[in-house]
């Protein structure tokens, strides 16, 4: 069984910093993506950045020079920098992952029970 634990959450300082981490444990032969999901009170939830195997990295546009992400294959673990933080990045923070368990059975869809995190103004 596949889990996805993730840490770093807190309370911080607009302005302030934070590193998210998600490890992935469990029966894995191999992962395509990790990433960061976030869900704000009364919000959708919305994708904050991802990385896919090979490299490719995407974000959300309202990150993008602030949060750095990043990829510890021998790990299987995420990390999320974030940088310069605003009120309005308050949210929970999901990582979210592409698994495949066994050589042989297909890829799946995980999610970590989330990480909260409150930047004050």
């Known amino acids: 069984q596949v889990q996805l634990v993730e840490s770093g959450g807190g309370l911080v300082q607009a302005g302030g910093s934070l590193r998210l981490s998600c490890a992935a444990s469990g029966s894995i032969f191999s992962i395509n993506s990790m990433g960061w999901y976030r869900q704000a009170p009364e919000k959708q939830r919305e994708l904050v950045a991802v990385?896919?195997?090979?490299?490719?990295?995407n974000y959300v546009d309202s990150v993008k020079g602030r949060f750095t992400i990043s990829r510890d294959n021998a790990k299987n673990t995420v990390y999320l920098q974030m940088n310069d933080l605003k009120p309005e990045d308050t949210a929970v923070y999901y990582c979210n992952a592409d698994i495949t368990a066994f050589r042989t059975s297909p890829r799946m869809n995980y999610w970590g029970k989330g990480t909260l995190v409150t930047v004050s103004s």
């Open positions: 990385v896919i195997s090979g490299g490719n990295i």
